[in-house]
């Protein structure tokens, strides 16, 4: 998992995987007001990265399905 900006990067990186790692019961990992809008599948994680809403006009609304674990995350627009 790499970050698109020199700023968003994730701090002792080896370490926070190796923590993870140890937790199977981890669906995802939840991070926002960051200037872009990303997801990624990371060993079995859903990494969701959300932008902040005061620059880009939209918010993101995530469902946990809890029988099946699965993610489902979609963008609104500010009305």
């Known amino acids: 998992m790499e970050?698109?900006?020199?700023?968003?990067n994730i701090y002792n990186k080896e370490k926070y995987?190796?923590?993870?790692a140890k937790h199977k019961n981890v669906i995802a990992i939840i991070s926002g007001h960051y200037h872009e809008n990303r997801e990624e599948m990371v060993?079995?994680?859903?990494?969701?990265?959300?932008?902040?809403l005061s620059k880009s006009g939209v918010?993101?609304?995530?469902?946990?399905d809890e029988n099946s674990g699965f993610v489902y995350t979609a963008?609104?627009?500010v009305d």
């Open 43 to 52: 060993d079995g994680i859903y990494h969701i990265i959300t932008p902040s």
């Open 59 to 64: 918010y993101k609304v995530i469902d946990i």
């Open 17 to 20: 995987l190796e923590v993870l």
């Open 3 to 8: 970050a698109q900006s020199s700023g968003h």
């Open 75 to 77: 963008l609104k627009h």
